[in-house]
């Protein structure tokens, strides 16, 4: 008995120091493999692929996102090049952002144009029908503004003693036996009924005239705008009766924008919609430009003549186009080729055009832009690139997160960020522009397009005023600060995130005084290219005066998205 319970006991004791060992070598060995994949490569640390700065000594999930960390091996470390001037990415990095290229080519630049105004009639055509004798208007034949009128037909009867004794001097003139002195008469009399307004075809009526009083005739076919007169009234010589226009051609008349008039030219196809005529386009060339542009908008007028057909279906109005009617217009405008590259490859850091330049074996350099015009999907480059050489189009704002974690400490903050000195007036004008652009972004952030066009003037006249006031520090905000009513919410935050950025730049600059940073928040929305497709990075910036977050690009799509720019 004594030797089985020996056995036992050795067996405890054997299983026991298994354990043991198993557990203590296996979890050493755990631990070289966490450090140490197969390949015997060492895990540096792990990284977020779409938030760069976000690492971390153990696995895990990205604290902005939540995509997986991904392991970064020794030799795959971003890094720079020896002259600081150069991006370079490890192959996982590069493979995980996949990033991607585009070519800088010489190509026309395109874009179209989206226009709003007014039809209006042309007032060149216009005629005021005066009275030529003192009288007193006994019929209205056409009594309400809006008639249409027909050359010749009667619009008053006027009871004059000087139209009577004229007529009566011409029927007594005919009624003479022909003579030299008849026609002398004839021609004296017809002169003096042309003077007191009569028409040829009224003259040679007269003999067969009854009655006290003449008609007061149309002098052109159109459309009555104006009635000065009633019946029973007196009228003295030159008084303003009527006034006729001739609707048969009417203007379209919009604003061009500063940014817009390089684009804009004398004899450019503008296609026109209207509600009141669905489904039709009207096409024109323009006419006009004014050289003088309205100073509160900063917009000149540009005005398109265009035909106004008849109506054709019975009981409309005579024309299809109506005068004040609103109407839209969209201009399709081409260049000669010039050098470009895509909108969706530059950025914008501190209000200089930067893109990164591929250079091969996953380095990307950095490199500064003077931009000119801008298509609807390229920039025309006017110094800075080549052609033939490759631009990030996808990926940019991971290489240039990398980049600013690589940079050293005291090239972080550029010169011009520096601490500010504003005078009262600059304070009075940053501050508005701050409490109406948030005002808007809250608009836009609660869905509610009525307030947005309620208050966007007021955030126009703000940025105006802002632009005047703060000179250098204005300068981002010269191109965007014409916003106005918008038709939808997607219009309304295009329109808007141009500006946001602008302002918030500025609310950067501004609130690095003390006692600024609590006041003037700065937020920023990672996918705000996806509800603004045009817009020229992925990120969306808009000031707010507290908390919490409040996105104005989805609303309550995804109300809280995005993150706060610490100052």
Known sequence: MSRYLSIFLILIAVAALGAFGGWRFGTRHTGESAARPADGRKILFYQSPMHPWIKSDKPGNCTICGMKLVPV???????????????????????????????????????????????????????????????????????????????????????????????SEHVEALRRSPSPERESLLGASRQKLRRLGLTPEQIEKLPSQTGDTVDIVAPISGTVVERKVYEGQYVKEGDVLFEIGDFSKMWFVFDAYERDLAWIRMGQTVDITTPSVPGKTFSAPIAFIDPNLVMDTRAAKVRVVLQNPTATQPGQHRHELLHKLYAEGRIQVETEPVLTVPRAAVLSPGGEPLVYVAKGGHQYEPRRLILGRVGDDVWEVLSGLEEGE???????????????????????????????????????????????????????????????????TALHEAAMQAV?????????????????????????????????????????????QAGEADKIKVFECPMAKTAVPSAETAQGRWVQLGTPLRNPFFGAEMLECGKEIKP
């Open 73 to 167: 091996y020794e030799g795959e470390a971003a890094a720079t090049s020896v002259d600081g001037t150069v991006v370079k990415l490890g192959a996982l990095s590069a493979s995980v952002t996949q990033i991607e290229t585009s070519p800088v080519v010489k190509q026309p630049l395109r874009r179209i144009i989206h226009v709003a105004g007014q039809i209006d009639d042309d007032d060149s055509a216009h005629r005021r029908l005066s009275a030529y004798v003192d009288g007193r208007i006994d019929k209205l034949f056409v009594n309400y503004v809006g008639a249409e009128v027909v050359a010749g037909q009667p619009l008053a009867a006027i009871y004059s003693r000087d139209l009577l004794v004229a007529r």
């Open 468 to 512: 005047a006031d703060l000179g250098d520090l204005g300068k981002g905000l010269a191109s965007v600060v014409h916003v106005g009513p918008s038709t939808d919410l997607a219009s309304a935050r295009k329109q808007f995130y141009p500006l946001g950025l602008a302002v918030s730049e500025l609310a950067v600059r501004i609130r690095k």
């Open 390 to 456: 490759r631009v990030v189009t996808t990926g940019n704002l991971l290489v240039d997160a990398q980049s600013q974690l690589e940079r050293p400490p005291q090239a972080q903050e550029p010169e011009s960020f520096a601490t500010l000195s504003l005078t009262d007036v600059q304070r009075a004008a940053a501050d508005r522009l701050f409490t109406m652009e948030a005002a808007i972004a809250e608009t836009l952030a609660a869905d509610n397009l009525e307030a947005h066009n309620q208050h966007i």
